[in-house]
């Protein structure tokens, strides 16, 4: 990767050379120190989604608009009347996006309703920007329609980046603004963690369904495989040991489950030359990469870029079409570090970076609810969800009569 004026990754990644040798479960990841592909810039490459911060978050607090750095974070009550994944109509939701030209909240709306010319103050004008954005992204996930089912697959090399929480938080709230018919997936090697951290405790699950899959023919017998959540997602991990899965049986069990949701989030495993990571691919429109701000979490993922693009045809449009989500799990971070993988994340080629605030719900590592987010937090997977679905368009626009099932 060449730099100007920049710092170099080894520089800032003191501990990156020697996570090489690290031995995660049964694979050795080889890491590169330069990526193949550099961006042209890093607004372009980051697109729209830049508005996001760029200093480290604060535990419990929305991550800093750049329009508005010193806007106070939304509170659950605001966030609770205007957003449908609180109930809030599509109607109602239009009308938040007005701006009138008088205070309605605090001190100032006080004045304002007594007939003085009182305008809104900033805290006021914040929130209404927030609205209008947050109005924005589920406006856009809620009519995005396809001509066929479509698939998200969630991975990261490196373990412990937050691929479980991602696909279950970024498929609840798809499937909390689109009403459902969103299913999410486990297609790791061996059982991973999607069951656990899922709401509920299902009788069946992915291994059971893997044995039946030939004989499953309407919704109402696939549904007997599923964790119903709140957000009105359908959940499909591992209920307890299964066989080591295969490629053949990821795209074996994608087809089934396209035939009843038409969305597919897939939450994968650590072994990227593994036969199952490889079927994933194969029936994949979009990528999600979850980082951390460390450095073999970013390096690790720029391996698995390169890789992609190096098989070509899908896989590399696949590595086009990737986006970034940066969690944060509440540890020190150094703003050089945090700088540093966004620079990285750019020059790989990211089609956009969302930022995850700290949040405590997702921190406990156990039963994930999407109404228990912080709002700070459910409004960055919003952004985010709208993300994958304006990529979910062009990966279908690009290739209209194009049948993932293999």
Do not use: C
């Not at 490889?278 to 073999?296: C, E, F, K, Q, Y």
């Not at 720029?302 to 944060?328: D, M």
């Not at 999407?370 to 700070?376: K, V």
């Amino acid at each position: 990767m060449s730099d100007t004026g920049h710092t170099a990754p080894s520089e800032v990644f003191g501990e990156a050379d020697r996570a090489g040798d690290y031995i995660e479960e049964d694979t050795i990841h080889t890491i590169p120190t330069t990526p193949q592909r550099a961006a042209t810039s890093t607004a372009s490459a980051l697109g729209t989604v830049l508005d996001e911060p760029t200093q480290a978050p604060v535990p419990g607090k929305a991550p800093a608009v750049k329009e508005a750095p010193s806007v106070p974070p939304v509170t659950p009550t605001d966030l609770a009347s205007t957003s449908v994944l609180f109930g809030g109509s599509a109607a109602g939701l239009a009308s938040a996006s007005s701006t009138p030209t008088k205070a309605t909240t605090g001190f100032r709306g006080a004045l304002a309703s007594l007939g003085l010319p009182v305008g809104p103050g900033a805290a006021e004008l914040g929130e209404r920007r927030r609205t209008e954005l947050r109005t924005a992204h589920e406006t856009t996930v809620r009519q995005a329609t396809w001509t066929r089912a479509v698939s998200v697959l969630v991975n990261n090399p490196k373990g412990g980046t937050g691929k479980t929480p991602t696909a279950l938080l970024l498929g609840g709230v798809l499937a909390a603004i689109r009403g459902g018919s969103v299913a999410i997936l486990e297609v790791s090697d061996d059982p991973g963690a999607l069951n656990f951290r899922a709401e509920g405790n299902p009788l069946l699950g992915l291994g059971e369904l893997v044995r039946d899959v030939d004989h499953v023919q309407t919704a109402g017998r696939l549904a007997g495989y599923t964790a119903p959540q709140t957000s009105f997602a359908s959940v499909i991990g591992s209920t307890g040991r299964r066989d080591r899965l295969s490629g053949e049986s990821v795209v074996a069990v994608s087809n089934v489950i396209d035939d009843f949701y038409s969305i597919r989030v897939m939450d994968s495993g650590n072994v990227p030359t593994s036969s199952a990571f490889r079927g994933a691919v194969s029936v994949s429109d979009v990528l999600v990469i979850p980082v951390m701000n460390a450095g073999d979490s970013v390096l690790e993922a720029i391996q698995l870029l390169e890789e992609l693009r190096a098989e070509g045809g899908p896989s590399a449009e696949l590595a086009n079409r990737a986006i970034a989500i940066r969690l944060t799990d509440g540890r020190p971070e150094n703003n050089a570090v945090r700088q540093e993988v966004e620079r990285l994340l750019s020059q790989a080629g990211v089609s956009a970076l969302h930022e995850i605030p700290y949040d405590s719900h997702i921190a406990e590592r156990g039963q994930l609810t999407l109404s228990r987010l912080n709002p700070a937090t459910r409004d960055a997977f919003v952004a985010a969800a709208a993300s994958v679905v304006r990529s979910l368009q062009t990966a279908v626009s690009a290739a209209p009569t194009q049948n993932r099932k293999a």
